[in-house]
């Protein structure tokens, strides 16, 4: 089905190239079974699986984390042993208020772990890579064809009239 070759990796790391994959006889991209196979195994949609399944077990850290450890430090200086044990009832409905402060506190400490390791410090590193434009060159009219040429130059790039010196 794919020909593999040694030591031909693509540049998405997945050992082959997927542009080469051979399809069965019979079967086109145009059908769509070839087209998903070409689009299932791209590099992208292989990382961005990863990373779903990495985000949802630190989802599950954190949770366990606000809820095993912070909230009964932050309920040991309020007073309250644990936040989802927090309820009210009205008309015989109860609502899990408790829960909801854990939730909130959780999708927080998301947020700013994602941010203090993963935004701040890309920043830093796109701030060092970018490098500042170079300033444009100053430019004025060319007197015959009225195109802008840079303001050193002495012959039009477009006319070729001679122009007045700068220095002048």
């Known amino acids: 089905m794919a020909s593999d070759q040694a030591g031909t990796a693509n540049d998405q790391g997945l050992g082959f190239d ?3 994959v051979e399809l069965p006889k019979g079967e086109s991209e145009d059908r769509g079974e070839g087209g998903f196979l070409h689009f299932i195994m ?3 949609v ?3 699986a990863v990373a779903v399944i990495i985000g949802a077990a ?3 850290i954190v949770n366990a984390f606000v809820k095993d450890l912070l909230t009964p ?3 040991a200086v309020g007073g309250r042993p644990d936040f989802s ?3 009210f009832t009205i008309n015989g409905s109860r609502f899990l208020y408790g829960d909801f402060i854990n939730a909130v506190i959780a999708f927080l400490i998301v947020a700013a772990v994602l941010y203090y390791l993963v935004i701040a410090p890309m920043n830093r590193i796109m701030r060092r890579v970018r490098r500042p434009r ?3 060159p100053a430019m004025k009219a060319c007197p015959e064809c009225l195109n802008l040429v840079p303001a050193a130059a002495r012959r039009c ?3 070729t009239s001679a122009l007045a010196d700068a220095a002048a």
């Open 18 to 20: 997927i542009d080469k």
């Open 42 to 44: 791209r590099g992208n």
């Open 46 to 48: 292989v990382d961005l």
């Open 58 to 60: 630190f989802v599950a």
């Open 73 to 75: 430090l932050i309920a």
């Open 85 to 87: 044990a927090l309820t």
């Open 134 to 136: 170079p300033p444009a």
């Open 157 to 159: 790039g477009y006319c």
